[in-house]
């Protein structure tokens, strides 16, 4: 079955820590894959994605991911967290058809203590 | 300023009361959706417009009916609420129904809506 998994529910992190979040896929074919952020309140904003060509891409506010084909993944990276990063977090994967549905992960919160 | 719109933001109803969340944007988009958003389950779609009448069923369907009669404007309707539909919902939008690197939806802020 397609899923898209992010193990972990809730991260807390020391701000000026760095910071990974997981992001894993199952599906058949290569598919788009992104990252969202939604801040308390608030609708979903793209972080990054992912279509082809490099495998490490750069996104908003710092964060960059990459994708490794081998493991089915797609971990997103801060080197330094600030507070103002504290959101919940979500993976999503989409493909060329298929009525451009996102398939989204469960989503990990982030807390950042001082 | 490129947006999607959604209304109510916030509504508590009642069971059996008939609702509709509105929805429109303004970037001249022909793909729209809507996705509802539970904790533990991430976002899941509910329905899809490819274009004005054309609209399809997404993974959770049941208990919804939305309309395109304009381009702009993808309404949710929610014909009897139930308990198990208190959710926070998000309407999106995209250039066209295909992903490209140009081509990503845009979300709403997002409608919490409760049944009692």
């Known amino acids: 079955a397609q899923s898209v998994t992010q193990p972990d529910i809730h991260i807390t992190v020391s701000e000026g820590a760095s910071l990974e979040l997981r992001c894993n896929y199952s599906y058949g074919a290569t598919p788009y894959l992104f990252w969202y952020v939604q801040s308390p309140g608030q609708g979903l904003q793209l972080l990054l994605k992912y279509f082809s060509g490099d495998t490490l891409v750069q996104g908003i506010k710092g964060f960059e991911a990459e994708f490794k084909r081998s493991q089915s993944s797609f971990n997103l990276r801060k080197p330094s967290v600030h507070w103002s990063d504290a959101a919940e977090y979500f993976c999503?994967?989409?493909?060329?058809?298929?009525?451009?549905?996102?398939?989204f992960g469960t989503g990990t919160r982030l807390t950042v203590i001082p | 300023e490129a947006q999607v719109t959604q209304n109510p933001r916030y509504l508590i109803t009642v069971t059996g009361k008939k609702l509709t969340v509105t929805c429109s944007q303004n970037?001249?988009?022909?793909?729209m959706s809507w996705y509802r958003q539970d904790p533990g389950l991430g976002l899941r779609q509910i329905y899809y417009?490819?274009?004005?009448?054309?609209?399809d069923k997404g993974d959770v369907p049941e208990g919804y009916k939305v309309s395109r009669k304009e381009k702009r404007n993808f309404p949710l309707i929610l014909e009897s609420p139930s308990p198990n539909q208190t959710s926070l919902y998000f309407c999106?939008?995209?250039?066209?129904?295909?992903?490209?690197?140009?081509?990503?939806?845009?979300f709403g802020a997002g409608s919490r809506l409760t049944v009692l």
């Open positions: 999106a939008s995209s250039l066209t129904i295909y992903h490209s690197g140009a081509n990503v939806l845009t």
């Open positions: 970037m001249n988009h022909e793909y």
């Open positions: 417009s490819m274009n004005v009448e054309v609209t």
């Open positions: 999503a994967v989409g493909f060329l058809t298929g009525a451009n549905n996102l398939f």
